[in-house]
T-cell receptor, first 110, second 111 residues
Framework: EDQVTQSPEALRLQEGESSSLNCSYT??????LFWYRQDPGKGPEFLFT???AGEEKEKERLKATLTKKESFLHITAPKPEDSATYLC???????????FGPGTRLSVLP | EAGVVQSPRYKIIEKKQPVAFWCNPI?????LYWYRQNLGQGPELLIR????????DSQLPKDRFSAERLKGVDSTLKIQPAELGDSAVYLC?????????FGQGTRLTVV
């Protein structure tokens, strides 16, 4: 059974204080690992897809990396508008369902 | 291009009443998902459609939940009768290939 865990559950940062969010997964053959951002009262918004170990993707202050067991979402010099819940999901080779982790709730204080 | 559209955005009903949610996926997306998201948790799959066929409904509580996707486009998710524990956000997503795009969700409160 595909599983995803995320840590920490919640993270509070000062503006400009860089940090990383972790996503650990077990899957029967990884088809893709996905990062989403979710603002309160809204649906998840797609950020990145990673397909193989060693792959990296960047977008503004965010950088996602992937190993065979986990993915990190690095946030460099965050701003208050980066405050949101960040969800990690995996899709295995034997199905097309997206299995989500519980998310990390990020708060960036001015 | 319009994204995934869901309605209503909010719904408050009394327990034992029926409720229905509607989803219009992105045009051309043949895969449609319904997820349920409880407060503070990640989305959990209820059902996945490939065109008009429900290919994975193993997590759908079939005693009270039903879904349909007529003509492989719009989809409706129904709960009858609703229970207090059904209070959650119901998310619809669609995909063509590996990427899934989500709607804004319907927040259901059962009182």
């Amino acid at each position: 059974e595909d599983q995803v865990t995320q840590s920490p559950e919640a993270l509070r940062l000062q503006e400009g204080e860089s940090s990383s969010l972790n996503c650990s997964y077990t899957v029967s053959g990884l088809r893709g690992l996905f990062w989403y951002r979710q603002d309160p009262g809204k649906g998840p918004e797609f950020l990145f897809t990673l397909y193989s170990a060693g792959e990296e993707k960047e977008k503004e202050r965010l950088k996602a990396t992937l190993t065979k067991k986990e993915s990190f979402l690095h946030i460099t010099a965050p701003k208050p508008e980066d405050s949101a819940t960040y969800l990690c999901a995996v899709q295995g080779n034997y199905g097309q369902n997206f299995v989500f982790g519980p998310g990390t709730r990020l708060s960036v204080l001015p | 291009e319009a994204g995934v559209v869901q309605s209503p955005r909010y719904k408050i009903i009394e327990k034992k009443q029926p409720v229905a949610f509607w989803c219009n996926p992105i045009s051309g997306h043949n895969t449609l998902y319904w997820y349920r998201q409880n407060l503070g948790q990640g989305p959990e799959l209820l059902i996945r459609y490939e065109n008009e066929e429900a290919v994975d409904d193993s997590q759908l509580p079939k005693d009270r939940f039903s879904a349909e996707r007529l003509k492989g486009v719009d989809s409706t998710l129904k709960i009858q009768p609703a229970e207090l524990g059904d209070s959650a956000v119901y998310l619809c997503a669609s995909s063509l290939g590996r990427l899934a795009f989500f709607g804004q969700g319907t927040r259901l409160t059962v009182v």
